[in-house]
C-alpha cells in the first residue's frame, strides 16, 4: 500500500484526505516513480477551490475534475518499475516529471485541445508513487530531489513567458509577484538567462535583499501609492516589458509604466481574475499583451539545461511531510512567503 492525499471534492482544505491506496501498476511505456519530492502550486489549490470556473467551480477545464484525485504536479523522484515495452535500464534513475500530456506537435503541445495535466486530469505526487510516461521522466537537473522539484510547473512558464517576449540583453523588464513560485524564476531567467535589467515587485521590501541575489537590479513595492512613478524615475522612462501573474491589482500600473510597442504577457492572477481595461491605453500605446499557460518540452529541456548550469537557482521557502498537507496549502496560501513549498513523501 502507499500512503496518499486525495481531493475529495470542490472545497477547503477539509476536502484534503489522507488515504492508503495500492501504488499504481505502470501501463505501457510507463515507468513507476516513488516521489521523493512534489513542489506546491496554486493550480492544485485553485482545482480543489473549484475557483478556475467562471459561473460555478471547476478545475481549469469547463468539464472539471474527477474526484477523488491525488493533486501535485512537481514531482521528483526515483524510477522503481517500468511497464510493458520497456527495458529495465530506466530503473533507478532520479527524475523530474515533464507536467502534462499533449497530442500536439513538438512546439505547440502547450495549446492543444487534449493536453491532459498530472494532478487534475491524471493522479499526481501527493503520494508516495506515481505512474507516468517514461518519454515525459528527464533526469534531474540537481542533486537533491528537493531543490529538483521547484521548478516543473512555475519555472516552465516563466521559461515560456520569457520566450514569449523575447527580451532583448539590456531591457528593463517588471516582474510582478516577484517573491512567488513563477516570479522569483522569471527574475532569474530574465536577468541571468536574458541579460535583461529587472525591476521586481513584491509586498514586503525586507525580500528586496534575497531578489537582488536572484538578479534583480532594483526592487519595488506593490504598496507604495507612488509605484509607477518609482519605476518610470528609475527606468528614465518607461519600460519594455512587464512579466505578470498578478492581474487586476498591478494591470493599471503595467500600462502606466510600458513604454509605446511595449509587452504585457500574463500567466496568472493572484491578485484578480477580472479588470478594467481602456482599449484606448492599449491601442494608442500599441501594447502587445500574450496569454500564458505553461509551455513545451523543448523549453523543458531548455530550463533543465539552465538550472544544471547553475544559471538558474531553487528558492525554496519550506518543506512539510506529506501527510500535513492541509497545512501546506493553507501556508502557501498566506503572504510573506519567499519561493516554493516542497511536500516530502
Ligand atoms: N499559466 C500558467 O501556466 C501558470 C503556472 C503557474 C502558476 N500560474 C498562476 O500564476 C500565479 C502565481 O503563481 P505562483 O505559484 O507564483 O504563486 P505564489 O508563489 O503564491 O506567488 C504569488 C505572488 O503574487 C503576489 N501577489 C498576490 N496578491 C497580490 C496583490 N494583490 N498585489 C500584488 N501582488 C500580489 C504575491 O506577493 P506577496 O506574497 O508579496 O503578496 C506573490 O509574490 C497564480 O495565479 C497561479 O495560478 C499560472
Redesign the pocket.
Known sequence: MMKAVQVTGYGDVDQLQVVDLLPPSPKQDEVLVRVKACGI???EI?MREGAYGTDEESGWRPEGVQFPRIPGSDITGEVVEVGSGMDDSMIGRRVVLFPFTSSGQDGEEHIADDMSFIGSEYDGGYAEYVAWPAALCYDMPLDSFVDSAAFS??GL?AWHMNEQIDIQPGQTIVV????????SLNVQIAANVHGANVYAI???LKEADKLKALGASRVFS?RSETLADEILEANGGPVDAVLD??GD??FKTSFEILKNGGKFCI??????QTTHLDFRTLYLKHITMYG???GTREEFKAMLDAIAAGRIKPVIDRTFPLVEARAAQTY?KQ???FGKIVLLP
Open positions: 502550486n496554486n493550480t485553485w510547473v512555475s512558464t510582478t509577484g516577484a517573491s512567488g513560485g513563477v516570479g513584491v509586498g514586503d506593490y501573474v498578478v491589482a498591478l500567466s496568472g492572477s493572484a491578485g484578480g500564458s499557460v505553461l502557501f503572504k510573506g512567503k
